[in-house]
């Protein structure tokens, strides 16, 4: 469940004193915008009590001094929460305790105070006690916790599969680029050693070459002609496909049966059967009528969830 506010609300009100509110499972995601806001937080449990017991309580604020949460007491006995703020030095307003769960908080002064400050971990929850798990933000500053793909980018970052376009960036919107995705796949094979060379002549940079090179050898890709390869095309949404299907082939994945009603657009008739295999596996769950256009490029953040799904089959 997402919940967005804009100016002068909350994303979630508790407006009866003494209500007990818990997180046992699912996904609530909040997320404040606008410079003013309602004292408190996104999630605003002022005059009542916020557990956490399971699940993932994510949230994100861009408002003046509004903290994600703001409650009389916050306990904490497991799940999961991901606290973003960038104008408020807390993530969480009032008390809390915690016996378990993780926790990966961040706060920042912005445009509160006359400093450019940052706090990270328990320093960003001034009421915080206990024993909960810290862990770390991913470094890109373009990826927000309550963006869809936030935890797609996770896994792929954390396993290897994805790099940032910089130390600070992931660039999600962008188009990722033939290279770049059989690169992925390269890493997610393990990075095996090559040898020999390819028909491609456009190959120029050396970060990618033995990507393609085991690529064209496992038959994942022919290149788009006898001598090319197109390394800095963006890769299609139907590409990507076709490039997986065949990369599942090469592992030897079971297929499950393929669905040939799932929505899609106009495909290529030399990507329709992968594309359909792709749809009816899942792997493009999470993004929103992903082939409506086939032929459109594929950016970063959509083939992070294609991966994270593959991944998790």
């Not at 991913?138 to 790099?163: N, R």
């Not at 090469?250 to 297929?255: A, E, I, L, S, V």
Request: proline share 4%; hydrophobic share 40%; glycine share 10%.
């Amino acid at each position: 469940l997402s919940i967005s506010a804009g100016i002068r609300n909350t994303a979630v009100y508790v407006v009866n004193p003494g209500s007990r509110v818990e997180l046992q499972s699912g996904t609530l995601s909040v997320y404040k915008e606008d410079l003013l806001g309602m004292e408190g937080g996104a999630l605003y449990a002022n005059g009542s009590a916020l557990t956490v017991s399971g699940g993932t309580l994510k949230g994100h604020t861009v408002s003046d001094n509004v903290a994600v949460i703001s409650a009389d007491t916050v306990g904490i006995t497991g799940g999961r929460l991901l606290l973003q703020t960038e104008r408020c030095p807390a993530v969480i307003q009032g008390p809390v305790s915690a016996s378990g769960g993780t926790i990966a908080a961040y706060g920042h002064t912005g445009n509160s105070a006359d400093s450019d400050t940052a706090y990270h971990g328990a320093d960003a929850i001034p009421g915080y006690s206990g024993s909960a798990v810290f862990e770390d933000f991913l470094p890109f500053a373009d990826v927000f916790v309550t963006d869809a793909y936030y935890e797609a980018v996770e896994t792929c970052y954390q396993k290897g599969y994805f790099k940032g376009t910089s130390a600070a960036t992931f660039s999600p919107d962008i188009s990722m680029t033939r290279s770049m995705f059989v690169t992925v796949l390269y890493r997610m094979a393990g990075e095996p050693a090559v040898s020999g060379t390819t028909p491609f002549t456009d190959l120029r940079q050396d970060w990618y070459r033995d990507a393609v090179i085991w690529a064209v050898d496992r038959e994942i890709t022919n290149g788009t002609s006898a001598t090319t390869f197109s390394p800095d095309e963006p890769v299609s949404r139907e590409q990507a496909a076709v490039f997986l299907y065949r990369f599942a082939q090469m592992r030897g994945d079971q297929f499950g049966q393929v669905n040939r009603s799932v929505s899609h657009g106009t495909l290529s008739a030399w990507a329709e059967n992968e594309v359909l295999w792709a749809l009816s596996g899942g792997l493009f769950t999470g993004a929103e009528d992903p082939m409506a256009n086939p032929q459109d490029y594929a950016p970063r953040s959509l083939l992070a969830t294609v991966i994270k799904n593959y991944s998790s089959r």
